[in-house]
């Protein structure tokens, strides 16, 4: 049988120096007010705190410099998203593009295409948003139907792309599109295809979610024409190039920390002398999200050798939303919404409050936990 492989990393000391200076970058950030820590490690968004994280280097860390990237390693990225989260920090506005549009369009985009948009990417001023789903199309993303077909010069776009998050702040959205075959020939003929936001043609349209946010929405492409080498990976490809991107999209930390504010916080409020069953509730948290940390650095360890642990992702994401879901509701058994004393109970409240209503998108959201699952049974070839 195939089995997992999750081997140990070590942390580089360039590393551990840069993790000291990011959160004396994020305390300052605190202390000038410019944000206030929240939950969901993916919905907050503020172009001019991307921008300052661009102007650090710390966007495009590691990409080619002739790219606008920096040259560091996958491992000095990692811990720049890790304190980026556990801060509670906004960065949603450049996170798909740095996470993955950015690294596609590096391996498997024309010259052109990586000269004009990467350097861009990497001062945290180009914002990218992820157009797989449709209407009637999920989980099943094979079934696509949005349609593009061959013009002089590129392709024209008609179609309908939904819950698509943040395209009403981004550049571009990569869209999953049908080039070739009928919806019936699945996998084949499916073509990722780079959209100008402003190209004629495109509306995008609001979807307020439960909290009244607007953080995801519809997109119409009505006849968008898009230039021929705008395509990642070649036309035909689409499936491939979904498929490895997802690697990049569910094993990092922001698919297990999505509510670690919350378990600061509750920490906090506990104070520093726990009863025994809060030590055990907590503890049991702290040993999870420490393997879950672990699985995950293996990942970008491997992903900066090169190799696409897509099973391994899948894995990741699976445990690590199961974890993000459970923080909201244990430190709810643990204290009731009226803070305590001691803490700084209205930000637990807070928390708490916006964790409950967001914690069902976590498992659904990059790939529902069914998915997920089937994904993990064929890789250890029980299906
Ligand atoms: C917060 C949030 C942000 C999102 N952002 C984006 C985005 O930016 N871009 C984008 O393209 N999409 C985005 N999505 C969409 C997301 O990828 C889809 O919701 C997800 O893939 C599931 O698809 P669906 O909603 O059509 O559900 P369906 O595919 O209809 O699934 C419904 C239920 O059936 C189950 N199911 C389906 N097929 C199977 C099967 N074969 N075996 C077992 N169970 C199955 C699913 O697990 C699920 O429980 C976002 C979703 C959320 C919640």
Known sequence: MPEFRFEPVQMPPAATRL?????????????????????????AADPSFSARLGARGYLGMTWPKQYGGHERSALERYVVVEELLAAGAPVMAHW??????????????????KKMILPEIASGRCFFAIGMSEPDTGSDLASVKTRAVPVEGGFRVT???????????????IALVRTGGRPEDRHVGLTQLIVDMKSPGIEVRPIINVYGAHEFNEVAFDDVFVPEDMSVGGIGNGWAMVTSELAFERSGPDRFMSTYPLL????????????????????????????????????????????SPVTEAALVKDLGTTFEQSIPEITRRLLPLEPRGGGNGQAYDGLQQLAQMQAPCYSIRGGTREILRGMIARGLGLR
């Open 19 to 43: 993790r000291a200076e990011v959160r004396g970058f994020l305390d300052e950030e605190k202390a000038k007010g410019t944000f206030a820590p929240t939950v969901g490690a993916m919905v």
């Open 96 to 113: 798909i593009a740095d996470r993955q549009s950015g690294p596609q369009i590096l391996k498997h985009g024309a010259e052109r295409v």
């Open 159 to 173: 179609g309908r792309k939904v819950w698509t998050s943040y395209a009403h702040m981004a550049h571009y959205v």
């Open 264 to 307: 600061v916080e509750a920490f906090r409020e506990i104070g520093e002398s726990p009863n025994a069953s809060e030590a055990a509730e907590l503890g049991r948290l702290v040993a999870h999200l420490a393997t879950l940390r672990r699985m995950s650095t293996s990942i970008a360890g491997m992903l900066n050798e090169g190799k």
